[in-house]
């Protein structure tokens, strides 16, 4: 596809539930970034993949968080028994190389309610 | 990784030149200097990168200065697209990976 795109955009769970967040990045990226964006605020990394390896997963922020990309290519965000304090936009990122500072592409989020 | 300090909101005016500055006393050696732009409902996008003295590409300049503890993101002739939050990121590129650090950005406003 022509960028990172994301589904849903837009999702509703009640607390308590598991929500699973896709990603699907640019078609031969090697990295895959989530970041978490509280309203008003920057974003902030969750996790890193290079191909299938997940390299990075400090910012996590509880055991609920679970993320994975079995093949190297789509991904997916897992939030178990989810809170009110996940509610917020989850934002997937890719880039071509496994090397910093290179130009991450995001997609649009999935904004996360949880009631 | 360094921390940014930028101004939480700016306003301007379409036609005229926006310059926002970032703060970045602890950059390191091997740090570069990134500046993403959000609009809203929108992930962020890649605006410019640069380690020192001057960049230029079609959508902006990047300024920084020999001791490189600050920068300037300046847009040229801003219109009301230009509308978003702009942040400045400062990071090692040649890491086997990089994790951007955002803060909280600089809401810049254009009026007509």
């Known amino acids: 596809g022509a960028g990172v795109s994301q589904s849903p955009r837009y999702k509703v769970a009640k607390r308590g539930q598991d929500v699973a967040l896709r990603c699907d990045p640019i078609?031969?990226?090697?990295?895959l970034f989530w970041y978490q964006q509280a309203l008003g605020q920057g974003p902030e990394f969750l996790t890193y993949f290079q191909n299938e390896a997940q390299l990075d997963k400090s910012g996590l922020p509880s055991d609920r968080f679970f993320a994975e990309r079995p093949e190297g290519s789509v991904s997916t965000l897992k939030i178990q028994r989810t809170q009110q304090e996940d509610s917020a936009v989850y934002l997937c990122?890719?880039?071509?190389?496994?090397?910093?500072?290179?130009?991450?592409?995001f997609g649009p989020g999935t904004r996360l309610t949880v009631l | 990784l360094a921390k940014t300090t930028q101004p939480i909101s700016m306003d301007s005016y379409e036609g005229q030149e926006v310059n926002i500055t970032c703060s970045h006393n602890n950059i390191a050696t091997n740090d570069y200097i990134t500046w993403y732009q959000q609009f809203p409902s929108q992930g962020p996008r890649f605006i410019i990168q640069g380690y020192k003295t001057k960049v230029t590409n079609e959508v902006a300049s990047l300024f920084i200065p020999a001791d490189r503890k600050s920068s300037t993101l300046s847009l040229p002739r801003v219109s009301l697209s230009d509308t978003a939050v702009y942040y400045c990121?400062?990071?090692?590129?040649?890491?086997?990976?990089?994790?951007?650090?955002f803060g909280k950005g600089t809401m810049l406003l254009v009026s007509p």
């Open positions: 078609s031969g990226h090697v990295s």
């Open positions: 990122a890719s880039s071509s190389h496994g090397t910093g500072g290179n130009e991450q592409f």
């Open positions: 990121l400062v990071g090692d590129t040649n890491s086997g990976y990089s994790t951007l650090t």
